[in-house]
């Protein structure tokens, strides 16, 4: 009777078997969970981030403790070219015209690209084609987009030579004032990126649940108070996402300032980007470009941290807005 009897003390521990069955998933104790894939699954990306970012920043890091122009093996010369860097005017010139750039482009495309991204949200066929009319200038290169302003602004030979004296502004030049350089800067990369950001915020609306308006409109809420009250709330994780890009962007403008201005008048728009390409292209001073080039790297890293860390981006759990 007692061989045919259950054993509690087998019953106890196939129980506490299932248990810990369940609570791994299903696994057996030991075994992989399900669903979780196995680390070696990341190793090719870790290869691959490896060799074309970690190995070649390193590089760049010691390049930077060097004299090099080019040609030869380079020559160690320590924190030299970071002692130059720390004492050079035009260094100091260029990162406060870098950023503010990188704040203007912030203050300047935010505003524009959210108003336009809630407009294209809507479902009209005409809102559908003006946003993919709108969306043409992401396709072209920076390259082309830099000769066509640059054409389009010459004092000589572009639209400006004819319509300045139509309207009473003969000589009409942007590229020769400091001031005016640096906007024609602004206005272009605006007009360049401002519609990748209207598509982030696009998609960004049309998550927002329609009952949320619907609540509003029967509480007495207007257009304008239900922006303010809803949508822009919603679009946080948008904001966030789109200011990252944007300031990380801002920070390595360079072909722009290369074909439009090419750093002038004088200094007027030499950032940070095209210091290093001067130093580095021009004056063969590539152990200098290097140290400007980590000085780069770290401000744009520490930009993108201090954005995700103070937004509250990095704690969002859920792949909706506002949900």
């Given at each position: 009777m007692s061989v045919l009897s259950p054993n509690r003390d087998g019953r106890h521990a196939s129980a506490r078997s299932r248990a810990r069955t369940a609570a791994n998933g299903g696994a057996r104790p030991g075994a992989p969970r399900a669903g979780r894939p196995s680390a070696w699954w990341g190793l090719p990306a870790l290869l691959f981030f490896s060799l074309f970012a970690v190995l070649p920043m390193a590089l760049v890091v010691y390049l930077s403790l060097t004299s090099w122009g080019g040609l030869g093996s380079p020559e160690f010369i320590g924190l030299e070219n970071w002692f130059r860097l720390v004492d050079d005017p035009v260094m100091h010139q260029a990162i406060m015209l870098t950023l503010l750039l990188t704040f203007g482009s912030w203050a300047?495309?935010?505003?524009?690209?959210?108003?336009?991204?809630?407009?294209?949200?809507?479902?009209?066929?005409?809102?559908?084609?003006?946003?993919?009319?709108?969306?043409?200038?992401?396709?072209?290169s920076s390259a082309a987009i830099a000769i066509i302003w640059r054409a389009l602004l010459d004092p000589n030979f572009g639209p400006l030579a004819q319509i300045g004296p139509m309207i009473g502004l003969p000589g009409l030049d942007f590229l020769s004032s400091e001031s005016g350089a640096f906007l024609v800067i602004l206005f272009v990369s605006g007009w360049q990126f401002i519609p990748l950001h209207t598509l982030l915020y696009q998609g960004g609306a049309r998550q927002i649940p329609e009952s949320l308006y619907q609540a509003a409109e029967i509480d007495g809420a207007g257009r304008y108070?239900?922006?303010?009250?809803?949508?822009?709330?919603?679009?946080?994780?948008?904001?966030?996402?789109?200011?990252?890009?944007?300031?990380?962007?801002?920070?390595?403008?360079?072909?722009?300032?290369?074909?439009?201005?090419?750093?002038?008048?004088?200094?007027?728009?030499?950032?940070?980007?095209?210091?290093?390409y001067e130093a580095g292209f021009e004056n063969y001073q590539y152990g200098y470009a290097s140290a400007v080039a980590c000085v780069l790297v770290a401000v744009a890293t520490l930009a993108s941290l201090l954005m995700v860390r103070f937004t509250g981006f990095g704690s969002m759990r859920s792949t909706r807005e506002g949900m």
């Amino acid at each position: 009777m007692s061989v045919l009897s259950p054993n509690r003390d087998g019953r106890h521990a196939s129980a506490r078997s299932r248990a810990r069955t369940a609570a791994n998933g299903g696994a057996r104790p030991g075994a992989p969970r399900a669903g979780r894939p196995s680390a070696w699954w990341g190793l090719p990306a870790l290869l691959f981030f490896s060799l074309f970012a970690v190995l070649p920043m390193a590089l760049v890091v010691y390049l930077s403790l060097t004299s090099w122009g080019g040609l030869g093996s380079p020559e160690f010369i320590g924190l030299e070219n970071w002692f130059r860097l720390v004492d050079d005017p035009v260094m100091h010139q260029a990162i406060m015209l870098t950023l503010l750039l990188t704040f203007g482009s912030w203050a300047t495309q935010t505003p524009v690209a959210m108003l336009l991204g809630v407009w294209a949200a809507g479902r009209q066929r005409n809102r559908a084609v003006l946003s993919a009319v709108f969306f043409v200038p992401l396709l072209l290169s920076s390259a082309a987009i830099a000769i066509i302003w640059r054409a389009l602004l010459d004092p000589n030979f572009g639209p400006l030579a004819q319509i300045g004296p139509m309207i009473g502004l003969p000589g009409l030049d942007f590229l020769s004032s400091e001031s005016g350089a640096f906007l024609v800067i602004l206005f272009v990369s605006g007009w360049q990126f401002i519609p990748l950001h209207t598509l982030l915020y696009q998609g960004g609306a049309r998550q927002i649940p329609e009952s949320l308006y619907q609540a509003a409109e029967i509480d007495g809420a207007g257009r304008y108070r239900s922006f303010w009250h809803i949508t822009l709330p919603q679009l946080r994780n948008t904001v966030t996402t789109s200011s990252v890009l944007m300031i990380v962007g801002s920070l390595t403008y360079f072909d722009t300032v290369l074909i439009i201005t090419g750093g002038g008048p004088g200094h007027a728009t030499t950032i940070v980007p095209f210091l290093m390409y001067e130093a580095g292209f021009e004056n063969y001073q590539y152990g200098y470009a290097s140290a400007v080039a980590c000085v780069l790297v770290a401000v744009a890293t520490l930009a993108s941290l201090l954005m995700v860390r103070f937004t509250g981006f990095g704690s969002m759990r859920s792949t909706r807005e506002g949900m």
